[in-house]
């Protein structure tokens, strides 16, 4: 399975990419977690303590200068817009409790849809983890959906937009929903975050443009208590973990 998670910035699209990575892990897959979001969180979330040795993968030049022919520091040249990347993955993820992990990082040069050698290596390889590995997939995207392309969306399973019940939230979703549209993805859904009763289910339900929603997960300290003490959603937060295995039933069936 290969599932991409957005939503703006702070509305736990993290949470519930790291507490899904687990649940996986759980069933018996090998799962492949990728922080996809420029503002990258999903490691901490998953538990890693040392951070040091992440480097996104955009800022390995002279990996990127390898792989696409390009010269570093240069722009405007001729470079390889099909570079090698389907080994990237055994060389540089990192492993913790059985889940293994890569940071792509983003694009800061250029405006929208730079293409640019750092460009072009993160959407080779997104469409190779979502086209041609056996394993789980799951991508921490931003909201933008910057490493997604046209034929990669092809072959994501699902892509769910996290949303808290509050109107920036649910505009950045519905954005979602049309840059979803744009990229042909039709199985998108909605996962309510930081929900704390039935008014904050029915506000989201009525402010999402149709999409479906998926489940929601309650507001709860212990996911802030995670954060803080650096250890993995997943170990720290039991209210978190069994609203995620409910929309885990639904993805897996």
């Known amino acids: 399975m290969k599932l991409a998670v957005s939503g703006k910035g702070g509305v736990g699209k993290t949470t519930l990419s790291a507490i899904l990575a687990y649940l996986f892990k759980e069933s018996g897959a090998k799962v492949l977690a990728i922080d996809a979001d420029p503002d990258a969180n999903l490691a901490g979330a998953l538990g890693f303590t040392d951070l040091s040795g992440l480097t996104p993968i955009s800022e ?25 990347v389907d080994d990237l993955p055994e060389a540089l993820a990192k492993e913790i409790n059985g889940i293994r992990f890569m940071t792509l990082g983003g694009v800061k040069k250029g ?24 394993e789980v997939v799951i991508l921490d995207m931003e909201a933008g ?49 930081k929900v704390r009763n039935q008014g904050d ?26 954060d803080r003490l650096g250890v993995a959603v997943f170990d720290k937060s039991p209210e978190a973990v069994a609203a995620c295995r409910e929309i885990y039933r639904h993805l897996a069936n």
């Open 60 to 84: 390995m030049t002279e990996l990127v200068a390898e792989r696409t022919g390009s010269k570093p520091g240069t722009y405007g040249t001729f470079f390889s817009i099909n570079p090698k």
């Open 201 to 226: 289910r029915d506000f989201i339900a009525s402010h999402v443009g149709g999409l479906p929603v998926l489940g929601h997960i309650p507001y709860a300290d212990s996911v802030v208590d995670a």
């Open 111 to 134: 405006g929208g849809g730079c293409i640019c050698p750092e460009s072009v290596l993160l959407k080779s390889l997104v469409m190779n983890l979502v086209l041609a590995r056996d």
């Open 145 to 193: 959906l910057e490493h997604l392309g046209r034929a990669t969306s092809t072959g994501v399973d699902a892509l769910i937009v996290v949303a808290e019940p509050g109107l920036r939230s649910l505009e950045t979703a519905r954005v979602v929903k049309k840059l979803c549209d744009d990229l042909r993805l039709k199985n998108v859904y909605v996962v309510g975050n």
